[in-house]
């Protein structure tokens, strides 16, 4: 507990650190210009936050849905981004309708979380795909970005990120939320470049 409190102060004091030192320059004319800076840094702080207050006391809600609408809805939400920047989401769905007990919200931010991770990690290319085995789904988000180390691997989902400015409580939270769906998320490098992350959980 006492590392992650470390932790939590040291990451929400550099995105703070950035706002002080901008709002040192609002006494120059240039307010416009480092308005959107300020506020993107507050929102971070705020974010991890919330992020760490939800953490124990998350709780699910589930109820059947259909997994093929929320994968292609997460992918919507990218819709724009992914044109600006030349990135593509390559989804592959079975035809029919695959439903699982889930919490809908829940699970979006899981996929959201990951595919923002992958494109921090400068893929250019997102696959997500599935498939079904006893009574299960195995759910993949397969990139072509930068590869982990094993020892950073074994430390994700414990408030641990590699990524320059990152504070892991995303991964935090997701694997909470996976565990909560009594699911499984693994974390593996790929053979040439970018990881795959694996999420299994029942079908309805």
């Not at 030192?21 to 929102?43: S, T």
């Not at 921090?120 to 290319?125: A, D, I, L, Q, V």
């Not at 989902?157 to 995303?170: D, L, P, Q, V």
């Not at 699911?183 to 299994?200: A, E, L």
Request: hydrophobic residues 35%.
């Amino acid at each position: 507990m006492k590392n992650d409190i470390y932790t939590l102060a040291h990451e929400i004091r550099n995105p703070l650190s950035v706002v002080k030192g901008y709002l040192e320059m609002l006494q120059e004319n240039n307010v416009g210009k480092y308005k959107r800076i300020i506020q993107d840094e507050v929102n971070v702080s705020l974010e991890i936050l919330n992020s760490y207050l939800e953490y124990d006391k998350m709780e699910i809600v589930k109820e059947e849905m259909d997994l093929n609408l929320l994968l292609l809805d997460i992918k919507k939400s990218f819709k724009d981004y992914l044109k600006k920047h030349d990135i593509k989401i390559h989804l592959h769905t079975i035809d029919d309708e695959v439903y699982i007990n889930a919490d809908y919200q829940k699970l979006k931010e899981v996929f959201y979380n990951l595919i923002k991770n992958s494109i921090e990690s400068k893929s250019k290319n997102i696959y997500i795909d599935y498939h079904i085995m006893f009574g299960r789904v195995i759910i993949c988000f397969k990139n072509d970005g930068e590869m982990m180390d094993d020892d950073t691997i074994l430390k994700i989902g414990n408030f641990y990120s590699s990524k320059t400015g990152g504070n892991g409580i995303g991964t935090t939270l997701s694997k909470k939320i996976i565990e909560l769906h009594r699911g499984k998320i693994k974390f593996r490098n790929n053979k040439n470049m970018g990881i795959s992350v694996y999420i299994t959980l029942s079908l309805s």
